[in-house]
């Protein structure tokens, strides 16, 4: 039997309405839900299902840190399978560090920076190779994408 949960209709419609943002108003879910036809505490406990199940793994704001005088840099390191999970606390422990992810590829460590000035990150990063013993590429950003995922209803 398949486990993969399903999207249904509305699920498909609450992904796709808040991709545009949530409005600036007292009670947004309930604007938005009021949108949709249905009620606050539906949009909300759907919301919690969705990151429940997976289907969604993150439901928060998208800051351009660059027009605050920050930056981020994507990073990735090559992390010996054994000592994985250990590194992965250590990178982790930076309040600089804003996610971090497991890839299958040689460089299997993949995360990112954030820092309220540019001058940091490559701080940071040595900070991090210090730390792990290991060595840090990092990628910073040259141009930026806005990549949408719209579902069919």
Sequence with gaps: MDDTPVLDTLDRAIINTLQHGLPICPRPYRQVAEQ???DEATLLQRLVSLMDAGMLTRFGPLFQIEKMGGRFCLA????????????????NAFPEVAHNYQRQHQLNMWFVV??????????????IETATGLAV????????FFVNLYLPA
């Design 36 to 38: 949709l036809g249905i």
């Design 76 to 91: 990735a390191m090559s992390v010996p399978e054994e000592q994985f999970e250990d590194v992965a606390r250590l990178v």
């Design 114 to 127: 954030a820092c309220p000035d540019p001058q940091a990150i490559q701080t940071t990063l040595e900070r």
């Design 137 to 144: 590429l990092a990628m910073p950003k040259e141009k930026e």
